[in-house]
């Protein structure tokens, strides 16, 4: 059963909320293991620190502000942030490989170790991450130089057959040209879409102001693939 667990929009404001104080339900977590156990504990940081990249450890205390012991992906395979009162919905990380690259230039390679990625959408044949990003921009005046930063979103798919996440889309401003071919590129894995974007049935300015929009579309389209073998 297909089921979107927040919608992008919450998925994002919810990781920059502001607490007025430190309410150790913020930092309460439920820990997977990967033999399908899990436990309790409190993280040392709350939930909104959380959007950090390429994390593969987790620091996990028995008592809110206690000692931490260090977990590694491969040991602790997920992690939910319960519900309470400031977050009404759970909030989820999944350790998985991921394809990434260490800097604009070098090439895509699935990470060494699992990374915490937060799902975002969760199907019969695809689930959906995001992952923070820092985007750089260099800008050049007469006046000044001006070195924008600014964080941002990487998308991911991760199919079931497969079982490695792919990003498919990273927020930023500006305008992109070539909208439509570039958004084909990047999901070539999907020649669906594409359809659907040539024939108007999804226009590129919603994907790019919800690019999970397009999370049901492959699941959807999967399900097809599968059902003519």
Same mark, same amino acid.
Not at 99 to 106: A, E, G, L, N, Q
Not at 150 to 164: L, N, P, R, S, V
């Given at each position: $059963?297909?089921?979107? %667990?927040?919608?992008?929009?919450?998925?994002?404001?919810?990781? %920059?909320?502001?607490?007025?104080?430190?309410?150790?339900?913020?930092?309460?977590?439920?820990?997977?293991?990967?033999?399908?156990?899990?436990?309790?504990?409190?993280?040392?940081?709350?939930?909104?620190? @959380?959007?950090?990249?390429?994390?593969?450890?987790?620091?996990?205390?028995?008592? @809110?502000?206690?000692?931490? !012991?260090?977990?590694?992906?491969?040991?602790?395979?997920?992690?939910?942030?319960?519900?309470?009162?400031?977050?009404?919905?759970?909030?989820? @990380?999944?350790?998985?490989?991921? $394809?990434?690259?260490?800097?604009?230039?070098? !090439?895509?390679?699935?990470? !060494?170790?699992?990374?915490?990625?937060? %799902?975002?959408?969760?199907?019969?044949?695809?689930?959906?991450?995001? $992952?923070?990003?820092?985007?750089?921009?260099?800008?050049?005046?007469?006046?000044?130089?001006?070195?924008? $930063?600014?964080?941002? @979103?990487?998308?991911?798919?991760?199919?079931?057959?497969?079982?490695?996440? !792919?990003?498919?889309?990273?927020?930023?401003?500006?305008?992109?040209?070539?909208?439509?071919?570039?958004?084909?590129?990047?999901?070539?894995?999907?020649?669906?879409?594409?359809?659907?974007?040539?024939?108007?049935?999804?226009?590129?300015?919603?994907?790019?102001?919800?690019?999970?929009?397009?999370?049901?579309?492959?699941?959807?389209?999967?399900?097809?693939?599968?059902?003519?073998?």
């Amino acid at each position: $059963m297909k089921k979107i %667990l927040v919608s992008i929009i919450c998925c994002l404001c919810m990781g %920059l909320t502001s607490y007025a104080k430190n309410d150790p339900q913020d930092f309460k977590v439920i820990a997977y293991r990967a033999d399908g156990t899990h436990f309790e504990g409190y993280v040392t940081t709350a939930l909104r620190n @959380y959007f950090r990249p390429k994390v593969s450890t987790v620091g996990i205390s028995e008592t @809110y502000k206690g000692e931490e !012991k260090k977990y590694t992906s491969d040991e602790v395979v997920k992690i939910v942030f319960p519900a309470n009162k400031n977050n009404t919905t759970p909030v989820v @990380y999944e350790a998985v490989t991921a $394809m990434t690259r260490t800097s604009m230039f070098s !090439k895509m390679k699935p990470t !060494k170790t699992p990374i915490f990625l937060r %799902l975002i959408y969760e199907g019969e044949n695809v689930k959906g991450y995001v $992952m923070p990003y820092l985007d750089q921009t260099l800008t050049t005046n007469a006046v000044a130089d001006w070195n924008i $930063m600014t964080y941002t @979103y990487t998308y991911f798919f991760m199919t079931a057959d497969e079982g490695i996440a !792919k990003p498919y889309w990273t927020d930023m401003d500006g305008v992109i040209p070539n909208l439509k071919g570039v958004i084909k590129k990047f999901l070539k894995d999907f020649p669906e879409i594409g359809e659907m974007i040539d024939k108007g049935e999804l226009k590129p300015k919603e994907f790019r102001k919800n690019p999970s929009i397009v999370y049901p579309i492959m699941d959807d389209a999967l399900a097809k693939r599968k059902a003519k073998k």
